[in-house]
């Protein structure tokens, strides 16, 4: 079973950054779209930043200009650096991995277990 597990979550005061990592068991990121999510309690989960195999960026407007997504493929790893927190960000944080095969109908999603991010003074 393929694992992803995040590190680097925290408290933090506003206006601090932090980088989020996520590291697969499993070379899966070369042909995998990675994302993050957030939830903060009594939310729903958001979707935070998107990262294509090839790439590609988005990012959630809540968010856009304070994050960055970035992959090593090689490495099997995703970051996610936060600037500029509010409290609003606090939430917790999970690495998600959505895989299709080629030639196949099959599509394989991953989730980390999350990690807690906490802003506030």
């Known amino acids: 079973q393929v694992q992803l597990v995040e590190s680097g979550g925290g408290l933090v005061q506003p206006g601090g950054s932090l980088r989020l990592s996520c590291a697969a068991s499993e070379s899966i990121f070369s042909t995998s779209v990675m994302a993050w999510y957030r939830q903060a309690p009594g939310k729903e989960r958001e979707l935070v930043a998107v990262t294509t195999s090839s790439g590609g960026l988005n990012y959630a407007d809540s968010v856009k200009g304070r994050a960055t997504i970035s992959r090593d493929n090689a490495k099997n790893t995703v970051s996610l650096q936060m600037n500029s927190l509010k409290p609003e960000d606090t939430a917790v944080y999970y690495c998600?991995?959505?895989?299709?095969?080629?030639?196949?109908?099959?599509?394989?999603?991953?989730w980390g277990q999350g990690t807690q991010v906490t802003v506030s003074s």
């Open positions: 998600n991995a959505v895989r299709t095969v080629r030639g196949s109908a099959r599509v394989d999603v991953y």
